[in-house]
């Protein structure tokens, strides 16, 4: 089973790049203290270093 993280939006999208939106969107987020779980893949890991800034990343311990 592959490992996943919960990522949480913090910080607003409003000043935020069009491309930086898109990522906070493709990672499933809308609003402000929305959170997802996803899986921990290179992709998944790579969006999340774009918008960094933007989210707060937990990783879940494996089930």
């Known amino acids: 089973m592959a490992q ?9 999208v409003i000043k935020a ?3 930086q939106r898109a990522t906070v969107r493709s990672l499933g ?5 929305s959170t997802n779980e996803l ?4 992709a998944v ?9 933007l989210v707060s990343v937990e ?3 494996n089930a």
């Open 4 to 12: 996943k993280i919960r990522i949480r939006l913090t910080r607003s």
């Open 39 to 42: 899986e921990a893949t290179p």
């Open 45 to 53: 890991r790579g969006m999340v270093k774009r918008v960094s800034h």
């Open 59 to 61: 990783e879940l311990p």
């Open 29 to 33: 987020l809308r609003k402000i203290g």
């Open 17 to 19: 790049l069009p491309k």
